[in-house]
Each structure stands twice: as C-alpha cells, then as structure tokens.
C-alpha cells in the first residue's frame, strides 16, 4: 500500500468517525416503569380520559404502543397518543367508557434500542374479572419468537455483507486494483447487504411494536416507530446504493461509500450508551474497519487460491497471499486493540464475564476469535513463507483460509447476539444501578433494583411480575434481609414499604460499607408458601 493511498483511508475514517461523533447524542440504556395513572388493579369511579406511564428515563413508544382492551379483548383507545415529556408515554381512551374491567399493554424503545414491555389492568366501577389467558394473550400479541430469530438473522447478514465489501475495497486499494473477485464480492455484497438492511426496517418495526408485519411495512408506521435503527438503516441504504452505483462509474468512490455504510453500525447498539462515550466510538470504529479488512481479504483470498490452484501458477497467488499477510497482521492489531478497549467499556471487572448472559457470550465470541487467530497465527509463520517461496502449501493454506472465514462469520452472529444484551457492566451495577432479574416462582419473577448502588444511601427497589407482565401485589407480605459474609456483617432485616402495585422500596444507609452484599427478598406468597430469593449484590466504593 502506497503512502498516499494510506493517508486517503486514514483520513476519510477519520472524517466518517468525526461525523458520527459530532451527530450523537448521550444516552442511558434500559429504562424501568416507575408508574402508571390509573395503577394497577385500581378501582376509579369515572372512566379517565387518558392512560399514562412514566418511566425512570427518556424512551420513545412506537405506534400504537399503549393499548387499551375490554374484557371481550376488543380496543377501546384512540390511537391517539398522549403528549407529554420525554419520560412518559399514554393514549387517550375513547368517550363514554362503561363500567368494567380493562387491560392496557405497553411497549416502549429505550435508548439503547432495546425494548421494555408489561401489561396492567384497571377497573371502571364494578368490573368483571378478566380471564389470566386474555391478559396472556393480549400481553404477549403474536408469537414473536420467530421475528426476533428473523431480525437476528437478517442483522447478521446485514453485517456480513457491509463487512465483506468494505474488505473487497480495502483489497483493491492494498493488495490489486484489478482483482475481478474483488469487484465480483464488491457488488454481490453490497447487494445483499442493500436487500437484508431493508428487509431488517419492518422485521425491527414488527418487534417493536407487535402490530404484525403488515402494519409494520406502512411508511407511517416505520417512521413514528423505527427511531435510532432507521438512522442507521438510511445510512446504510446511501452508503450500499453508492457502491453499486460506483463499482461501474466510479471505483475510486466504493471505498468511501463502502466505510460510510459500515459507519451506520456506530448508531445502533451499545456505543451510544456506554461510557467513557469517546472510547467507545472510536474503538468500535476501528474495530469494525479491521475486522472488514479481515473478513473481506479472507473470503477474497481463499477464491483467489482456489483459482491459483486450478490454473497451476502459483506466482500470483503467492504475491497476493504476501501482500495480504501485511494487511491482516495490521487489521489483527486494531481488532484485539480495539475489542480490548470496548470489552473494557462493557465489562470492567473479570467477575462479570462469567455472571451476566453478555459476559459469557462475549467469552464464546473472545474463544472463537482465539481459534480463527491461532489459524491465522500458522498460516502466517508456516504457510505463508512456503507459499511465497514456491516450497507448496497452497492447498493447507486454502483450508485454513476457510476455517477463519467461518469463524470470523461465527464470531459476527454471537456479536448479533451481544448487541442485544445488557453490557455486563450495567447490569453488574458496575457503571450505575444494579438491576436483575430473577424467577420466584414457574410464574412469578421478581425485578430487584441497587440504585445508585454506591456505599451509602441506596434505594432498594423489589418488583413483583408475572406471566403475562402484570404487577403482582397480591402476596401476603415482603421482606429484606441484607448480609456482608466476608466482614461478617448483619443479616439485617428490613421492612421495605409498598411503593406502587407490585413494587416495594427500603430507602437507608444499610449498604455503606463496599462489597460483595447478599439481599435475600422474602415473599410470603400467602400463608403457607414463602419462597426467599438471594441476590448477591456488589456495591460499589
């Protein structure tokens, strides 16, 4: 690679990072219900005009996101929805409602894109009971097992595609201009990567908002409900339709276009929410542009010597595989560089990695990478030099290319995965309030919240939930127990007071001293049953 040629790439992702830098805003990631007007299971005279929720942050509620049902599970709201702060969302209720009991579904976006959900139910005048499976069923709407499955998979190759053309280009930039296959993987690319980033819009809608796929394809729909992903999915779709337009007319401007559409997957996810905000921008950016050169030069590589092979002249094989050798050695460093200082950002202590779902699915992605880089490690000391030097090797060295495009494609799905998890960090309570989830009982699960999980004063926050996401309030009583093992301090026992329907609060100074803390919450489910749940709580200094 030329020294112009490396300052035209160093200087365009340093343009691409600045401008996403400059269009992000801060956010907090997870937002929780703090309550509801009318709460749940109240009894209220006259039908109110409206529902309202408030949450502990600012989230966005897509189309029809407040539902209202009678008892028949037919709707009886608006549509309309409620205007107000950035922290509470509603729908206005139709005229004249008659006596009897209602259902409200909710869902909203939380600043990370991630989606909250739940369910409630009030009376006007003296209601019916509602059927548990009506709730069920309303709360839950259409299976979305099989969406969720679609939109991972859709993700994935959506990342796969960008990844793959922005590594063509990088090949055709560092190692041969000419290189057909290149061109051939540039367009081929960007051709999924276009289909599976549109189909992704109305597959995200459809989990956002649970109205079905055929109100997720409205344009109305798409964009009251799409928000951060829609960013995204636009600069994508700029970035992918300059590519195929540049691949006959202009070659010179693939690259560019290719970075801007790899660019789009700087605004979904984590790296909006996590801090420090700068090194998570700019490590996720590097770490993308190595691992597309990575990725791309690989798959380029494993067909250029399988062309070497059937033609039986090894000389351009062997002057691409050097050539390539230099690339991927940098584009190594910047992906254990760059993967390094985000792990740091989501994960901040060894502990976590085996405590969270995002902790031990990153290890799974750290040992797939580790296997492709010992490949990668042996290709170049041993395959490398008997390949350039003409002593054989081309066909081992076309099957570990193989074995580490597949890996790195694994590593790319379990990364799907990953940015749709808490960081292991937030919920550790590393970087702010502790918050889990736990299950009580087959049909109850109990939310438990350390906020702001510093020593000293600490809310302590216990919700009761059950199957269909409804605030469970109807056990006989609940009790705190908070012990210190290791300094042999307490258990101290607690009554928390009832704070809304299904949530209790202890607001004290009992966790002042650091550490690792155990809360037992005790839920006498009635007279005979209770049921004691340990939570181990690290509270930070």
């Given at each position: 690679m030329t020294r112009s040629a490396v300052a035209r790439i160093g200087a365009l992702g340093i343009l691409v990072g600045l401008a996403v830098v400059l269009l992000a805003t801060p956010a907090r990631a997870h937002a929780s219900l703090l309550s509801t007007t009318p709460a749940d299971g109240q009894v209220v005279v006259e039908a109110p005009a409206q529902i309202t929720l408030r949450f502990n942050e600012g989230v966005?509620?897509?189309?029809?996101?407040?539902?209202?049902?009678?008892?028949?599970?037919?709707?009886?709201?608006?549509?309309?929805?409620?205007?107000?702060?950035?922290?509470?969302?509603?729908?206005?209720?139709?005229?004249?409602?008659?006596?009897?009991?209602?259902?409200?579904?909710?869902?909203?976006?939380?600043?990370?894109?991630?989606?909250?959900?739940?369910?409630?139910?009030?009376?006007?005048?003296?209601?019916?009971?509602?059927?548990?499976?009506?709730?069920?069923?309303l709360f839950r709407g259409d299976d979305t097992a099989v969406v969720e499955a679609l939109a991972w998979f859709l993700r994935v190759v959506t990342y796969v595609s960008v990844l793959l053309v922005v590594g063509a280009g990088m090949w055709r930039v560092a190692v041969r201009s000419d290189e057909p296959i290149a061109a051939t993987?540039?367009?081929?690319?960007?051709?999924?990567?276009?289909?599976?980033?549109?189909?992704?819009?109305?597959?995200?809608?459809?989990?956002?908002?649970?109205?079905?796929?055929?109100?997720?394809?409205?344009?109305?729909?798409i964009l009251e409900s799409i928000g951060q992903p829609g960013v995204a999915a636009l600069i994508r779709t700029v970035g992918l339709?300059?590519?195929?337009?540049?691949?006959?007319?202009?070659?010179r401007a693939v690259l560019p276009f290719a970075l801007l559409a790899l660019g789009s997957f700087l605004f979904d996810g984590h790296t909006r929410t996590q801090d420090?905000?700068?090194?998570?921008?700019?490590?996720?950016?590097?770490?993308?542009?190595?691992?597309?050169?990575?990725?791309?030069?690989?798959?380029?590589?494993?067909?250029?010597?399988?062309?070497?092979?059937?033609?039986?002249?090894?000389?351009?094989?062997?002057?691409?595989?050097?050539?390539?050798?230099?690339?991927?050695?940098?584009?190594?460093?910047?992906?254990?560089?760059?993967?390094?200082?985000?792990?740091?950002?989501?994960?901040?202590?060894?502990r976590t990695l085996t405590s969270t779902d995002f902790g031990v699915a990153l290890l799974i992605k750290v040992t797939i990478v580790g296997l492709v880089i010992v490949a990668a490690?042996?290709?170049?000391?041993?395959?490398?030099?008997?390949?350039?030097?003409?002593?054989?090797?081309?066909?081992?060295?076309?099957?570990?290319?193989?074995?580490e495009v597949v890996g790195l494609v694994l590593a790319i799905a379990v990364t799907g995965v990953l940015a749709q998890l808490r960081p292991a960090s937030d919920e550790a309570g590393i970087t702010g309030a502790f918050q889990t989830t736990v299950a009580v009982t087959e049909e109850l699960s109990m939310d438990v919240i350390v906020d702001p999980n510093r020593a000293g004063a600490n809310e302590i926050h216990v919700y009761l939930v059950d199957a269909t996401g409804r605030p469970v309030s109807n056990v006989d009583d609940v009790r705190l127990r908070l012990e210190q093992p290791e300094r042999q301090?307490?258990?101290?026992?607690?009554?928390?007071?009832?704070?809304?329907?299904?949530?209790?609060?202890?607001?004290?100074?009992?966790?002042?001293?650091?550490?690792?803390?155990?809360?037992?919450?005790?839920?006498?489910?009635?007279?005979?049953?209770?049921?004691?749940?340990?939570?181990?709580?690290?509270?930070?200094?």
């Open positions: 966005m509620a897509p189309t029809a996101g407040v539902r209202v049902f009678d008892a028949a599970g037919d709707r009886v709201d608006t549509g309309d929805p409620v205007v107000g702060d950035d922290e509470s969302i509603g729908v206005a209720l139709a005229a004249d409602l008659p006596d009897g009991t209602y259902v409200v579904t909710w869902r909203a976006t939380s600043a990370d894109g991630h989606l909250v959900r739940g369910a409630f139910v009030f009376s006007v005048g003296l209601g019916d009971e509602v059927d548990d499976a009506l709730v069920a069923r993987l540039v367009r081929r690319g960007a051709t999924v990567g276009l289909v599976s980033s549109l189909l992704l819009v109305p597959v995200t809608v459809e989990v956002v908002t649970g109205l079905g796929l055929g109100q997720a394809v409205r344009p109305d729909v339709v300059g590519v195929l337009g540049a691949i006959t007319r202009a070659r420090p905000a700068w090194v998570m921008w700019v490590a996720d950016a590097v770490h993308l542009v190595a691992a597309a050169t990575w990725l791309g030069g690989l798959a380029i590589l494993g067909a250029v010597l399988r062309r070497e092979r059937a033609t039986e002249d090894p000389a351009d094989a062997a002057a691409d595989v050097g050539a390539f050798s230099r690339l991927a050695t940098w584009s190594l460093v910047g992906v254990l560089a760059a993967g390094s200082a985000m792990a740091w950002a989501l994960v901040r202590e060894p490690a042996y290709n170049n000391r041993v395959l490398v030099p008997a390949v350039t030097t003409g002593r054989g090797g081309m066909a081992q060295l076309s099957r570990t290319v193989r074995f301090i307490g258990p101290i026992e607690r009554d928390p007071i009832v704070a809304g329907p299904g949530h209790w609060q202890l607001t004290g100074r009992e966790l002042s001293i650091p550490g690792t803390w155990e809360i037992r919450v005790i839920v006498g489910i009635d007279r005979f049953d209770e049921r004691t749940v340990t939570v181990p709580v690290v509270v930070n200094p």
